[in-house]
């Protein structure tokens, strides 16, 4: 063994896992040297989830950053020459029509991600697995790049550590658990070890189970829970005997009954002559805080592994025995059986990322084998260039707000998380039911009152709809129609649609709440905007405007979009909720590492925000302000700030639009805003729910949402929401923005689909949600650019006003003619697609807001 060392660029906790081997791969690929990696385990891990892990890897994901880290991470185990791609089945029951739509549902997502997954009958599944009773399924899914890590994730860890080591990069240091980090003006120094103490210029936590507990030495906790997972073994079972397989026959998944299985392969491979079943508990999963895990010298099994009670599964078993009647012939090897504890997310995927608290601390925690290699080709990137070529939004650490770090609430949500691991299937709306109403309105009484129909979203609640306003569908019956299949319509409120139609032909307010607002200033508070912005924001001019804007990253793609509000002293930045938190540090940092003199303050809770719009939204609006006359058109040009006084309370007005007609963002105190509310309401106006802006009005008129629409694959010329002329100033990602200017046209456009026809195979009229893939008519494959990039929906609503369904996709540049003929696929059913806008082209435009003066 190496001597200790007292330093070096960077230290991996938890290098024994999958993760943190495969990090410390990456980052030596990337050319990092003077690597020191400890696990508080042997190296490969004895005592974590991947000693334990079953090793599956299916491609199958209804997001595209899961199925690029699956298939990336399949394709670096086989390379290794570990991996046996035997294929994979998920099945339905019979009568369970639900589940066998919801594989309809993943062959479609299989088709937007580039996926060979495919739809399989009884028969082909009977022939593929014939432990199966045919009569149990009525169809399913087959996907022939699933399969096993063999002979184990743990060896292929140990073989990543030693190949580390062989090169002179990597050091290895097992039995050494991290006892403390150190920690000086906001930055990573070192870790201290009971061998000595290392410093270092970067920690990377991959303690998995333990992260948590890493996480705690600097005061930060990371929204993740180890849950136990009942894994059984039943045998002998000697039908490979001799092969030397690891595994027979392909992997099966029968997720109606939160469960899977598969053959263990020839008795004298690693676990041979057994039959794997597993499953996840749905209605009360047992979790573990990282704080109860065991001592390696104290468990009875392993810290990461529990004694298993038959009751805990006895009924699913007994479900388990009608698809696949050998588990009730074979000895149930209860020696072999146990609960091995994995890792459930408070926010539905993995945390990774730097720390929001110190500099070069960073975190991957919650990641399942399948993904592991491919996680750590994703954190080597970003510590190496900032940036990965997948949009990283959705895992990203630094979005978390702080009330999504507390223990109640990740006790809470993991909870939630856990009971649906495999079933049910979730809704691409699905709201979390826990730990609800952290942050509401000002107005959120008057909103109740009103029978809002309430969502989440960075904490806040958000009323979709209002039961009180259901009196419109009987004026706009005709053009809002019922959404017959109940996926589509689930968490959706017909009433939306009216209140959007009720607010075009008069007016309407809309709660902002959610909006996330930063205050930047001192002196170099513009100069740093205008440092990170693609748009211009110094000079005297610009005081008094709101400013739509992007930040690039360096390769010039898309990193976020808000509004930047110029005021005499301050620029106000206005953000979406979801993004808010994680621009916030991002601007923090970059101001610390440039040096500006800047102070960046969080003001989410400080200020609400209300919209008022529609052709009548002036008229109302000057029944309520001080000065009615500072509203005409000519005293209040389209994108100025301007204060006002509405029922005695100091306003921020902003003249802009994201529904297509005219009027205001209103920003105001938070205890100002019931007042204001209140005010409004007094005109007569009506209260419209957020789906209006967020979803169907935006689509209408062509608006782009940020890490949907917006995301870090594309530029912004793809995007069409470059400025006429590039700003003189310097601006990060410049050199690349200007590169793309120049080309004679991009690779790919972000364009608008309309579906020609919404009729399914039972002559029901659909309204999709969720990401669909678009297809060549032609040729039935999905769409690819020059870079490669699959062509699916970003996003997708109905528009009440065109009376259509609406889509936006990045379309390679060959497809993009308005007219083109394309078809997306929803449920595995074809439906024929025009594109009706190439770039920026509103479907919506009213007469009123041309121009727009």
Known sequence: MSAFPDRASVVIVGLGGIVGAS???????????????????GIPTDIGSTAHASDFCYTTAHDYLTTWTTQYSIDFFEKMGHYARIGGLEVARTGDDAWMEEIKRKVSSGKAFGTRVHLVSPAEIKEKFPLIDEDVVQGGLFDPDAGLVVP???????????????SGKLKVFANTPAQSLVVEDGRIKGVVTHRGTIMADHVIVCAGLWGRLIANMVGEDLPVMPVDHPLT?????????????????????????SAYMRDTGDPKTTEGGQIEWGYYETTHPRMCHPRNLQEKEEARLSPSQRDLEMEQVIEPLERAMELTPILGELG???????????????????????????????????????????????????????????????????????????????AGRCFESAQKIYFPAIHPREPYVNVRGVKRSPFYEREVELGGYFMELGGWERAHGYAANEHLLEKYADRVPVRENEWDSRHFWRVSNAEQLELSENCGIINLSHFHIT???GPDHVALLEWLCA??????????????????????????????????DRCRLINGADA?????????????????DVTITDVNDKYIT??????????????????????????????????????????????ISYVGEQGWELHMAYEDGLAVWDALRSTGVIAVGVETYANSRRLEKSLRLQNADLLTQYNLYEADLARPKVKEADFRGKEKHLEYRAREHQPAMLCTLVMSENTDSKGVARYPVGTLPVMDPETGETLVDELGRLSYTTSIAYGPTIGKNIALAYLPWDYCQVGRKLNVSYFDEIYPVEVAGVGYQPLYDPENLKPRT
């Not at 040297?33 to 508080?40: A, E, F, L, P």
């Not at 184990?152 to 062989?166: C, F, I, P």
């Open 23 to 41: 990090v410390a791969h990456h980052l030596i690929e990337r050319g990092w040297d003077n690597i020191v990696g400890i696990d508080k385990s």
């Open 152 to 166: 184990r994730s743990q060896t292929v860890a140990g073989k990543l550590v030693d190949a580390g080591e062989k």
């Open 233 to 257: 073994f039943f045998g002998p079972y000697n039908e490979f005997e001799g092969t030397g397989k690891e595994i027979g026959f392909p992997l099966l998944r029968d997720q109606g009954n």
């Open 332 to 410: 149930y090897n209860e020696g072999h059986s146990f609960n091995g504890l994995l890792q459930v997310s408070a926010a539905g995927g993995p945390s990774c990322g730097e720390s929001q608290k110190v500099r070069g601390l960073w975190y991957c925690v919650a990641i399942w084998v399948k993904d592991g290699p491919g996680y750590g080709k994703l954190i080597a990137d970003w510590i190496t260039d900032g940036r990965t070529e997948i949009d990283h939004s959705s895992i990203d650490y630094a979005r978390f707000y702080p009330h999504q770090l507390t223990e109640d609430y990740i």
């Open 519 to 521: 205050d930047i200033e």
């Open 535 to 568: 748009a211009k924001i110094g000079g005297d001019n610009m005081i008094g405007k709101g400013i739509y804007t992007h930040f690039l990253d360096d390769e010039g793609m898309v990193r976020a979009d808000f509004t930047v509000l110029r005021m005499e």
């Open 580 to 596: 808010g938190p994680r621009d916030l540090h991002y601007m923090r940092r970059v101001a610390q590492d440039k040096g500006f």
């Open 610 to 655: 209300i919209g008022i719009w529609g052709p009548n939204a002036r008229e109302n609006l000057q029944k309520v302000v001080e000065d009615p006359e500072a509203l005409s058109p000519e005293n209040y040009p389209f994108a100025a700030i301007r204060p006002v006084t509405i029922a005695g309370k100091s306003v921020t007005a902003f003249r």
